[in-house]
């Protein structure tokens, strides 16, 4: 079995220690003194480091760049995801000048600045205007990394770090390839939670991955095989689906719901049978950012996506034909049985109704 450690991905860095408990050793009872109250944690500088030595935790929750795009160097993501938001919105996206201040963004027609953002390149935008800020004012909040290897680890700052990858590129300098970053002794789930819920909300499957960590975490790693080990990361993720077997432990569901920011268990319910998504709906979910109240349709045998008879009758309808040969819904055990063909209508189908849903959202 491995090591707790690992399935976190992570080593601990045997460089960095607890001075707190180094000095009550040190001074404590052992010497027959009096004990003294000191801090027990220390006081962690930051220290720029290189950002491509840096790299994201595989099961960090939040996910920056969408899943279409991840793999290889993060300015080649960008790139692809930038092509594929240009292509859509049918428009030259004016990334380099939004991050240079050149021109303001304008988040909806009330707002002031130059240029209007369409759902579809929120996300996107999003981290061009975080570049900006740390271009124009720093970067206030260092990142938090842990050693592994020759290579640094992500706890917290991905969002950060990825700016900087913006800044990096798109300034023509090398005012940003190092990073003010933290170097902890070892992965903090607990603490990366606790960015998490402070800082910009989490969506519905971050949300989900969030629990499922810290459920991992408080069973104890040993039980849990690594997210290496597996083909696709929700299945990861799902090793503790089953609520029955995984049960929050007893008197830890006011820490749990304080480090996810819910205020009762129901709340952890409801996000952990998102574990139970299929994968195609999980990373739907999880590009769109679909909400959470959304997504209990897709479960419990109850769709994957609602067919009304009307909407199946109407004289133009886009729906594929397994959908219409169902009833009022198509279960999750009728489309396993659909050929393949018809599965990937069937997800192109509900892919498009995914995004009128978003941008409906989006714009109010």
Known sequence: ?????????????????????????????????APVDIQTKPIIRSKPIDIFSVRPSPSQPRRVVPSA?????????IERWLDDVERAIGRELPLRALIRGEVELRWSDEDGGDYRALAEETPLLRLADLAGSIRQDGLTNPIT????????????????WVAFHLLNAYLDGDDYAAIPARRMAELNLWRQASENTARDAL?????????????????????FAAIEDFEHEQDFYAQVADAERWRIPYGKSEQLCQACGFENASRIRQYRALLKLSRVQWTRADDYDIPEFELRKWLGGKSVTAVTHSNA?????TLPGALLRFGKHITQDQFAKLEEAEQLKAIEWMNEQCERMQSWYRSG
């Open 69 to 77: 795009y991840r793999g290889g160097a993060v300015i080649e993501q």
């Open 203 to 223: 969506n519905a499957i971050a949300r989900a991955r969030q629990i499922a960590l810290l459920l991992m975490d408080m069973h104890g790693w040993e039980h």
């Open 313 to 317: 009758k109407r004289e133009n309808s």
């Open 145 to 160: 990394v842990v050693k592994t290897g020759d290579s640094y680890l992500i706890e917290t700052g991905e969002r950060r």
């Open 1 to 33: 079995m491995a090591s707790a450690a690992r399935k976190r991905g992570v080593r601990i860095d045997e460089d960095l220690f607890d001075v707190g408990t180094a000095a009550s050793e040190g001074y404590g009872h052992d010497m027959g003194l």
